[in-house]
């Protein structure tokens, strides 16, 4: 009936209702769980900076291992902890025609035989402003001896490196005194990280009246090079291939302090010692015949060559070299048409300053083995304020180079070839605030180029860095970091704020200053460059950079010609002999 059909369809109605208000319970029931959930959901952490700044201080996140970045401000004259100083002048060499070799080497001489003050120094030898014409070689043989011109420009002093040969035209040059077939007291630890400064030998560490130099030898183990791949480059054939004990490091340290069996040393090591692959080993030195506290300062360079061969090799190879010596440095110096280096630092050197100089047209073959204008094998080494045109490997380290080794403030310009580690396993390299105008920077694996330099660069760092294109590859056991770098990018290295600039605006200046706690603007003297890294800025920002470029800013070139002015050398020549 009508009134059955209507109870029918009420009823119907009703239980919709019912199941509709059952859905929406349940619904609300699991809205309300979701937020419960999420409200205790466990948030992850973003992933630890290998360095980042906090409250102005940097800080580092080591990993799993205890291996962080290095801290590199050991490195240059007196480990930067004191400015270059300005030696007293005994004896003035005036420039006359002729060869001027043994007069300049005689008075080199006499100050060599001169007493040392209470600060080590003997004094300077100064060269008046004209031009020297040099065709021996010069040597600083003894601690405590300057060589100083009257000016690094053309209206200063100049040393005419003259005649044929490949002969270097300056050395500073001790007697090398340090074994390296030695093996001494074994490292108990089982792994010792970069950045390390302690560790614990053996306990004949107790034996008392032990020098407090060391060398760390880090051998290089069959199982190493295979963990590195280094062994073999391809095609079945191994000569090429790295060998055991071919590519030891050797880290040159003091001992600063012995408590029972740990050793603290006086600056980082920048390769983990590892009992996986060897452990490490250290023996004791006098070291006596090196020498300290020499400077080669305030003169222009310049290299005769064949004027009718552009690609003249009979001429002098490199300027200046560091040889056996520590605590020494190269300042305010020009150099022109040399075919190796401006300056080269041995293996046998450490804790040497190279600032203030630049070099330019170089005269050479486009080759290997050339045109390295400031090319370091030692350790503890600092170029800073340095500038090359048209170079090879401008900025490089060589084989097996044990660091810190930095380069602060540094350009290349138009060079063949890229600057980095450029043979084996250099470890602790930092390139800060460098720019390679037309080529590359590069910490990467060789392989069999270089006759099988391999892998180059280790635990090493590009910092606010410019390049053409910037390489940064992680090897086997290690890791390279490149951080605010502007460049086409390659490698599977750490990659930190890439086209971006960052601070501080040196690292290697940032952690000196964080090391001896005190303002460091006299010694890192860094050029102002403003910096806007928008490629939108705002109308106010290009405004404001329109103005900016209608006056060109200071170029380093020029800042290294005006070094001058912030550090004034003295060539005043009243009452010396």
């Known amino acids: 009936t009508f009134i059955e059909a209507n109870k029918k369809i009420h009823g119907s109605v009703v239980n919709t209702k019912k199941i509709y208000y059952h859905l929406f319970l349940i619904a609300a029931v699991v809205f ?14 973003a ?42 002048v005994k004896i003035v060499v005036p420039a006359t025609k002729g ?13 060599a035989a001169l007493p040392t003050d209470a600060n080590g120094f003997r004094g300077a030898v100064l060269l008046q402003k004209g031009n020297y014409e040099v065709l021996g070689q010069l040597r600083i043989t003894a601690s405590g001896v300057v060589l100083r011109g009257s000016g690094m420009n053309a209206n200063g002093t100049t040393i005419i490196g003259a005649g044929t040969g490949r002969q270097a035209l300056i050395k500073n040059i001790g007697k ?61 054939i191994s000569a090429l291939g790295w060998k055991p004990g071919d590519r030891d490091i050797f880290f040159d340290r003091t001992i600063t302090k012995i408590e029972g069996t740990v050793i603290t040393i006086d600056a980082p090591i920048t390769t983990a010692l590892d009992t996986t692959y060897g452990g490490a080993t250290i023996y004791f030195y006098n070291g006596e015949g ?20 552009l690609k003249d090799e009979d001429h002098r190879w490199n300027a ?21 280096s401006a300056v080269s630092v041995l293996e046998t050197s450490k804790r040497v300053t190279v600032e203030d100089c630049k070099s330019v047209h170089p005269v050479s073959e486009i080759g290997g083995q050339r045109r390295y204008t400031f090319l370091t094998n030692g350790q503890q080494t600092l170029f800073q304020r340095c500038y090359a045109e048209n170079g090879y490997h401008d900025f490089a380290t060589g084989y097996s180079v044990p660091g810190p ?27 800060d605030v460098v720019n390679v105008d037309g080529n590359a920077l590069r910490f990467g694996n060789r392989s069999q180029d270089a006759n099988g330099a391999g892998w180059a660069a280790a635990n090493s760092v590009f910092w606010n860095c410019t ?32 086209n971006n600039t960052i601070t501080p605006r040196s690292l290697y200046y940032g952690q000196l200053a964080q090391r001896l706690n005190k303002n460091v603007d006299q010694l890192a003297q860094l050029l102002y460059i403003p910096t806007e890294a928008s490629s939108s800025p705002s109308v106010e920002t290009a405004m404001e950079l329109t103005k900016q470029a209608a006056k060109p800013r200071k170029q380093l070139i020029e800042w290294i010609s005006e070094a001058s002015q912030r550090n004034a050398i003295p060539i005043n020549t009243a009452g010396i002999k």
């Open 99 to 111: 060869d001027a070799t043994l007069r300049i080497q005689s008075a080199l001489d006499y100050v």
């Open 176 to 236: 090398n005194d340090i074994p390296k077939d030695l093996f001494g007291l074994k490292i108990t630890d089982a792994y010792v990280p970069v950045n390390a400064m302690q560790f614990n030998v053996d306990s004949r560490i107790l034996i008392k009246d032990l020098p407090n130099k060391i060398i760390i030898r880090r051998p290089s183990t069959k199982k190493w090079i295979e963990t590195l791949g280094t062994d073999i480059f391809g095609g079945g």
């Open 47 to 88: 992933p630890l900076l290998p360095l980042y700044v906090d409250k102005g201080k940097i800080l580092y996140t080591p990993d799993a291992s205890g291996n962080r970045i290095p801290d590199f401000s050991y490195c240059g004259y007196k480990a930067s902890e004191q400015a270059i100083p300005n030696v007293e």
């Open 320 to 340: 200046i070299d560091i040889e056996s010596a520590e605590d020494a440095w190269v300042r305010q110096i020009s150099f022109e048409n040399f075919a190796g």
């Open 467 to 498: 390049a053409a294109r910037i390489d940064c590859y992680k090897p086997p056991t290690a890791q390279n970091w490149s951080f605010g770098s502007w460049a086409q990018f390659s490698g599977d290295g750490y990659w930190g704020e890439s």
């Open 290 to 309: 090196r020498i300290n506290n020499c400077g080669i300062e305030n003169l222009r360079c310049v290299s005769t060559y064949d004027k009718n061969n």
């Open 405 to 431: 080794n930095a380069f602060v403030q540094c350009e290349s310009v138009l060079p063949y070839s890229f600057s980095g580690a450029i043979d084996s396993w250099a470890s602790g390299v930092l390139f």
């Open 32 to 45: 309300g769980l979701q937020q419960v959930l999420q409200a205790q959901k466990i948030v992850k952490p």
